[in-house]
């Protein structure tokens, strides 16, 4: 009985709140075991109150001796709460609502590149090989666009031509939630942008492809985020560094607060429907602390 409320509940979250592929799979790997262990909870025990909040506290327990950490099961208690919400309307499913305790975690920094590291990041090799070659644009674009606008992956490889407006220097993205917002540019990536359209022109003509999708594969077809992932830690290791898609993401936040961008403006940019998620990024990079001290204390001895 459970188990098919959570399948319609898994329905909705594709179907009506739009989210990700990769989000409704997180969704459906913390609240599966849980619903199973209710239902068999409820089977060894039919004459038990509904929902004893001992059935929680078990099944949390059996998660952290299975080395589970806090971190995962503040994210399954958040993924439970959303649930429990959508069962809450159905009056013959209140029995099935629990009481969520509050589990505290340490905060993981985010990583990120050093400004310095960007420049060597994008410093665009231009041998004859290189500028003649429609993937290496490509893949050097991919990461130029993720470290100066901040999306997401799946963002990314969604862009179509009509989505970018080169004279105002602005893509419109779609993200989480099927919300859309407008992303800056910044005049040296709308440089490389109109450069790399150059090389698709070329190379969409060669595969015979009618696809506009901006960023495209070796048949002329739309890359998928698997792809996209692949193809920035290679590019990454070409420079000798190492990064993700969501490393650039984070690299972008941090490098505007280190230049002292509004933190609301950072929230807009990067589509957090939260400022809270976006105060993740105001952590003091060493680099930062550093030049500080050098500059405003009395004993720095500068």
Same mark, same amino acid.
Request: aromatic residues 10%; positive net charge; without cysteine.
């Given at each position: 009985?459970?188990?098919?409320?959570?399948?319609?509940?898994?329905?909705?979250?594709?179907?009506?709140?739009?989210? *990700?592929?990769?989000?409704?799979?997180?969704?459906?790997?913390?609240?599966?075991?849980?619903?199973?262990?209710?239902?068999?909870?409820?089977?060894?025990?039919?004459?038990?109150?509904?929902?004893?909040?001992?059935?929680?506290?078990?099944?949390?327990?059996?998660?952290?001796?299975?080395?589970?950490?806090?971190?995962?099961?503040?994210?399954?208690?958040?993924?439970? *709460?959303?649930?429990?919400?959508?069962?809450?309307?159905?009056?013959?499913?209140?029995? +099935? &609502?629990?009481?969520?305790?509050?589990?505290?975690?340490?905060?993981? &920094?985010?990583?990120?590149?050093?400004?310095?590291?960007?420049?060597?990041?994008?410093?665009?090799? /231009?041998?004859?090989?290189?500028?003649?070659?429609?993937?290496?644009?490509?893949?050097?674009?991919?990461?130029?666009?993720?470290?100066?606008?901040?999306?997401?992956?799946?963002?990314?490889?969604?862009?179509?031509?009509?989505?970018?407006?080169?004279?105002?220097?602005?893509? /419109?993205?779609?993200?989480?939630?099927?919300?859309?917002?407008?992303?800056?540019?910044?005049?040296?990536?709308?440089?490389?942008?109109?450069? +790399?359209?150059?090389?698709?022109?070329?190379?969409?003509?060669?595969?015979? %492809?009618?696809? !506009? %999708?901006?960023?495209?594969?070796?048949?002329?077809?739309?890359?998928?985020?698997?792809?996209? !992932?692949?193809?920035?830690?290679?590019?990454?290791?070409?420079?000798?560094? !190492?990064?993700?898609?969501?490393?650039?993401?984070? *690299?972008?936040? /941090?490098?505007?607060?280190?230049?002292?961008? !509004?933190?609301?403006?950072?929230?807009?940019?990067?589509?957090?429907?939260?400022?809270?998620?976006?105060?993740?990024?105001?952590?003091? /990079?060493?680099?930062?602390?550093?030049?500080?001290?050098?500059?405003?204390?009395?004993? *720095?001895?500068?």
């Amino acid at each position: 009985m459970l188990q098919k409320e959570l399948e319609k509940y898994i329905e909705v979250l594709a179907n009506q709140k739009g989210y *990700s592929p990769h989000t409704i799979a997180a969704y459906k790997r913390d609240l599966q075991p849980w619903v199973v262990h209710l239902e068999k909870q409820y089977e060894t025990l039919p004459g038990s109150a509904r929902n004893d909040p001992l059935y929680l506290r078990l099944y949390l327990r059996s998660r952290s001796e299975a080395n589970v950490s806090n971190r995962s099961l503040a994210r399954f208690l958040s993924a439970l *709460s959303g649930f429990q919400k959508y069962l809450s309307i159905k009056p013959s499913f209140k029995k +099935y &609502i629990f009481k969520l305790p509050n589990i505290k975690y340490a905060q993981k &920094i985010p990583s990120f590149v050093t400004q310095k590291e960007s420049k060597q990041m994008l410093d665009l090799v /231009t041998t004859e090989k290189n500028t003649k070659s429609y993937f290496y644009m490509r893949d050097f674009l991919i990461v130029a666009l993720l470290y100066a606008t901040g999306i997401r992956r799946e963002e990314l490889k969604n862009i179509r031509l009509s989505d970018i407006d080169r004279r105002h220097g602005t893509i /419109t993205v779609t993200g989480k939630g099927n919300k859309v917002r407008l992303v800056p540019l910044g005049e040296e990536t709308l440089k490389d942008l109109n450069h +790399y359209m150059k090389k698709r022109d070329n190379f969409i003509s060669e595969k015979q %492809s009618e696809s !506009d %999708s901006l960023f495209l594969n070796k048949f002329g077809n739309t890359l998928s985020a698997r792809s996209v !992932d692949r193809l920035v830690k290679k590019f990454g290791r070409s420079k000798g560094l !190492d990064f993700t898609p969501h490393t650039l993401r984070h *690299s972008f936040a /941090t490098h505007l607060l280190e230049n002292g961008a !509004d933190l609301m403006l950072i929230k807009e940019i990067l589509g957090h429907a939260s400022l809270s998620t976006t105060q993740k990024y105001t952590h003091v /990079t060493a680099e930062t602390m550093k030049k500080a001290y050098k500059n405003a204390h009395p004993r *720095s001895g500068e």
